[in-house]
């Protein structure tokens, strides 16, 4: 195997992989899964700092998101869509696809998006019925200032429908705090749990929306509705992915129990930048970091290709390009949940460097972790 220090999937504790192998039970019959499930999803609500009910759903982070936007849409609603990166943009799809009106706010994809010029913008037209707004957008790394933004949007009447797949958990996220609508979260990122759930947080607010719709939601899979009662009525809309949930709950307890998990985010990510920009290299955000990945453009004369294939074939190292408008133009360093060690990045940084070296890549120093 190689060390995976993508910005998702990242590496996955013993004790995780563990928890996914225990003998499991019939999620459906079983009466005691119901508890398990529910209790699973109240701690991942106690850990964003919120007692809006959570659901786990059966597929990975791209059906939050779709389930958000299709409980939500109907025909002709106007959507805004807080457009700063390629997961920001790629809200309209969804909106289109239910049948919404996508208004894309599309601001500077190298910058975060700035709260006065967006109250500008709202106070002039706040007829949406939500707003999307992604928390860090991975293919850019860029960090989105939740805590600002969705109480803004707020103010104008607008519910929030926040992406922090790849956010949560290595950037603070405060569900109440911050008025969060919907949030939509993945298993596969600073959770570090395997690819194949996505969580999605849901306020009374975004709840009587879905209640006072006129028109169905166009969807069964993606519908948020369909869990409604649940526990009450001991009947999941389909059969729960048992082991996954086992996985999950305990990448939480983990979570939980690690008291310095975003302190050390913080750190490790400013000390990683301050190595790439040290060693001459360019990061893509002018600012908006999220400390879960870091990114920077590809130097001159080589390609993110040959940067990638030498890293993994001669240190047994994954990083990730990127896509879309993205692709071939940075390359991205995970420093996302498990992990997140000043160890790895040390060997990750080392190995980074020595492959540019390889390649003639000129630095102004070598590429160095500060231990
Ligand atoms: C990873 C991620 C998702 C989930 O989709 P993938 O298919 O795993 O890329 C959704 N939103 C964001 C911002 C992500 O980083």
């Given at each position: ?115 006065e010029p967006l109250r500008a913008f709202l106070e002039k037209d706040s007829d949406f019925k939500y707003a999307t707004v992604v928390h860090c957008d991975t293919p850019s790394g860029m960090l989105n200032d939740i805590a600002v933004i969705c109480p803004l949007l707020k103010e104008f009447e607008i519910l929030t429908v926040v992406d922090s797949v790849s956010g949560m958990f290595g950037n603070e996220v405060n569900v109440d ?195």
């Open positions: 195997m190689y060390k995976m220090m993508t910005p998702g999937p990242t590496m996955v504790a013993e004790n995780v992989r563990k928890a996914r192998s225990m003998e499991t039970g019939n999620p459906d019959l079983d009466l005691d899964f119901y508890d398990y499930y529910k209790e699973t999803c109240e701690l991942y609500s106690e850990l964003l700092h919120t007692k809006n009910e959570s659901l786990i759903l059966s597929g990975e982070g791209i059906l939050g998101l779709e389930a958000a936007v299709a409980s939500l849409t109907e025909p002709g609603d106007r959507v805004l869509v807080l457009d700063n990166g390629v997961f920001g943009k790629g809200f309209a799809d969804f909106v289109e696809i239910y049948g919404g009106k996508p208004v894309l706010y599309t601001t500077d994809y190298h910058k975060a998006i700035e709260a705090a911050s008025q969060i609508d919907i949030l939509c979260g993945g298993s596969q990122k600073a959770v570090s749990a395997p690819i194949g759930l996505t969580m999605v947080t849901i306020s009374e607010a975004a709840k009587q929306a879905m209640e006072n719709r006129k028109t169905k939601i166009a969807s069964f899979y993606a519908n948020l509705m369909t869990f409604k009662d649940y526990y009450e009525n001991k009947w999941f809309p389909y059969s729960m992915p048992i082991s996954d949930i086992y996985g999950l709950r305990q990448a939480l307890q983990n979570i939980k129990e690690d008291k310095d998990i975003l302190a050390r985010h913080a750190r490790i990510a400013t000390k990683t930048r301050e190595a790439v920009v040290r060693s001459g290299l360019t990061l893509y955000a002018e600012n908006g970091y999220s400390n879960t990945v870091t990114v920077f453009t590809i130097p001159g004369g080589v390609t993110a290709e040959q940067i990638l294939t030498t890293l993994r074939a001669d240190y047994g190292i994954m990083l990730a390009g990127s896509f879309d408008v993205m692709a071939g133009e940075v390359i991205r360093i995970g420093h996302m949940g498990y992990n997140c060690t000043e160890e790895n990045m040390a060997e990750t940084l080392d190995a980074l460097g020595k492959t540019l070296e390889k390649l003639d890549v000129s630095l102004k120093e070598p590429l160095r972790y500060e231990m």
